[in-house]
């Protein structure tokens, strides 16, 4: 499955953000997204994810199933987007790892496999029938990752994931993302500063100067030498 944009422009009260003639994110691939403040990036994700629709050209999915399509015609659970402040609903961090799933084909008991999962890989068990509200700032990442999770996505986009993460998280979060892309998800992240998770990546993109310039593992080398 590849996530495509095509002829893509964002542009906000008449003034250009950034046009992308043509962009590919396949499974295997994990990216740094770089790029100085008010560029666009926080927007470029939203969009890939069909939470925003853009000024011209398109985004779409190539072999996506029909059956995991809204009736909208956006991704269910294929491409997921999570902000670094990730809204929580009300209810338990198990109310909240069970939202999205009520939405795909599974038995109760993978509902329930897929959950319990989740909470181990995040280190929440011992908080499932908290109160979501009531979690520290590492802890609601982590919960909002693993809602993430628990979806499976082919696609994830994640806008600073690791801001203000105190070293257990961080790890936390970088396993759960490092499993994800195991399974085939392809990853982009938005970080200003190098961490594990980052390191994951081995493409740069860099949106700058209302375009996007893309550095594979190689040409960074190459660069450099």
């Known amino acids: 499955m590849q996530l495509n944009a095509t002829a893509l422009e964002m542009r906000f009260n008449h003034q250009p953000l950034f046009t992308i003639p043509s962009l590919t994110l396949e499974g295997h691939q994990r990216v740094w997204l770089k790029g100085p403040n008010g560029v666009g990036k926080t927007t470029l994700m939203k969009l890939l994810a069909g939470l925003h629709k853009p000024s011209h050209g398109q985004v779409d ?54 959950i319990r999962e989740a909470l181990g890989l995040a280190r929440l068990e011992h908080l499932s029938e908290r109160p979501a509200q009531v979690l520290s700032g590492g802890e609601r990442q982590r919960l909002a990752l693993a809602r993430a999770w628990v979806l499976k996505p082919r696609f994830l986009l994640l806008d600073e994931p690791t801001a203000n993460l105190d070293p257990d998280s961080l790890r936390l979060i970088t396993q759960m993302v490092e499993q994800l892309h195991l399974q085939g998800c392809g990853l982009i992240i938005t970080s200003h500063q190098q961490t594990e998770l980052t390191d994951l990546c081995q493409e740069h993109w860099i949106l700058d100067n209302q375009s996007l310039t893309r550095l594979s593992l190689a040409d960074r080398e190459e660069a450099l030498a």
Do not use: I, M
Not at 78 to 107: C, E, I, M
């Open 61 to 114: 999915l190539t072999d996506a199933p029909s059956r995991r399509w809204r009736r909208d015609g956006s991704p269910l659970g294929q491409v997921v987007y999570l902000h670094q402040s990730p809204y929580l609903f009300d209810g338990t961090v198990w109310d909240n790892l069970a939202y999205g799933l009520k939405r795909l084909a599974l038995s109760v008991g993978e509902r329930e496999a897929r």
